[in-house]
Structures are given as structure tokens and as C-alpha cells.
């Protein structure tokens, strides 16, 4: 199973206890505050790997760390010290954070603009996105000039690509696929 599976699994198994205690915001806080403590400390992520160190140990630090936390975000350390899955704790936070926000409707959708948008054309872009998808959506805005104009959006791990760079790049194709198709056939008629 791929590391992206395993975190997934992880995370669907915490995100329905979470569900059924009724505690998926709390659960999400206080996972994402340990993962942030962890991206943010050298020490403590090599500590997680290190595998001189006593699974006992690990969850004794881990317990200690994180008193206070959520029993969930407890639970699911010491499964993953017992597992030897620590690794995967962000991962596993990350799909996390994705079960919620599709429960919640909430889709995020990157834009790239030549130029800056507008704050009155964000919001249109935002109400028509929202429109189609029948979502709250969360806009990511990004200036890249070598597109030329237009927009590229990129919607999970779907893009539309409306820019001015795109159109040329598929006019150029055409312009020169048809050229090699010719030669050949003016080839061959000699």
C-alpha cells in the first residue's frame, strides 16, 4: 500500500471516531498544532524516526507532549509508535484536514492570473466557481506573468487552462503538425 493509501486510511479511521464524538474540530486543532510543533522542530521529527529508540519511550515523550490534546490525536500517536508509522504523520493529517473540508462542502481552487485580480473580479471569479460546483470554494491566488493573460485553475487534480500562453502554445501545434503531414505526402508524390 502507497504512503498516500496508508495516511488516507489512517485519517478516514480518525475522522469517523472524530465524527461519532463529535469532536472533528477539536481533533483537527489539535493534530494540526502537533504536526506544526513537529514540521518546526528538528529534534523532535528525528526523535519520531529514530529507531534506537524504544516504542515505550516514544509514547511516553509523545503522551507527555501532548497532554492536554485531544484523547483522539493521543490515540492515534500511540497507534502509529506501535505500527511504526510515524512517518506518516503529516500525511495523515493532511487527508485529514481533506475529509473535513469535503464534509463542510469546502473546495480550494488555485487561480493564475498574468496580473492581479481585482478584489470585485475575485469575487465573481469566486461566486461562478462556487456557482458550478455547488461548493464553498477558497481561492489561492497566484500572478504568473509568462501565461500572457487569461486564467489557469487547478481544482484538486483537475485544470482549466484558459490562458493566452496555452492558446499559443496548441495554435504553434497546429501550425507545425500539419507542415510534417505535408512533406510527407509531397515525399512520397515524388
Known amino acids: 500500500m502507497s504512503e498516500g493509501k496508508i495516511a488516507r486510511v489512517y485519517a478516514t479511521a480518525l475522522y469517523q471516531a472524530a465524527e461519532e464524538e463529535g469532536r472533528i474540530e477539536q481533533v483537527r486543532r489539535d493534530l494540526g ?3 506544526q510543533a513537529v514540521e518546526g522542530s528538528d529534534e523532535l521529527r528525528q526523535f519520531l ?3 534506537e529508540i524504544s516504542d515505550a519511550r516514544k509514547i511516553q ?3 507527555e507532549l501532548t497532554e492536554g490534546a485531544d484523547q483522539l ?4 500517536l500511540r497507534l502509529l509508535v506501535d505500527k511504526s508509522r510515524e512517518g506518516e504523520l503529516a500525511g495523515i493529517y ?3 484536514v481533506d475529509l473535513v473540508e469535503e464534509a463542510q462542502g469546502l473546495v480550494h481552487v488555485e487561480v493564475v492570473s498574468a496580473v492581479p485580480l481585482t478584489p470585485s473580479l475575485q469575487e465573481t471569479l469566486k461566486k461562478k466557481i462556487e456557482g458550478s460546483l455547488h461548493k464553498t470554494v477558497e ?3 497566484t500572478v504568473d506573468p509568462e501565461i500572457l493573460g487569461g486564467l489557469r485553475l487547478r481544482i484538486g487534480d483537475r485544470v482549466a487552462d484558459a490562458s493566452v500562453r496555452r492558446r499559443l502554445d496548441k ?3 497546429l ?5 510534417a503531414s505535408l512533406e510527407g505526402s509531397v515525399e512520397a508524390a515524388s
Open 33 to 35: 498544532e502537533f504536526v
Open 49 to 51: 524516526v529514530a529507531e
Open 61 to 63: 515523550v509523545l503522551l
Open 73 to 76: 490525536v493521543r490515540n492515534l
Open 94 to 96: 493532511r487527508a485529514y
Open 139 to 141: 481561492l489561492t491566488l
Open 171 to 173: 495554435l504553434r501545434e
Open 175 to 179: 501550425l507545425i503538425t500539419p507542415m
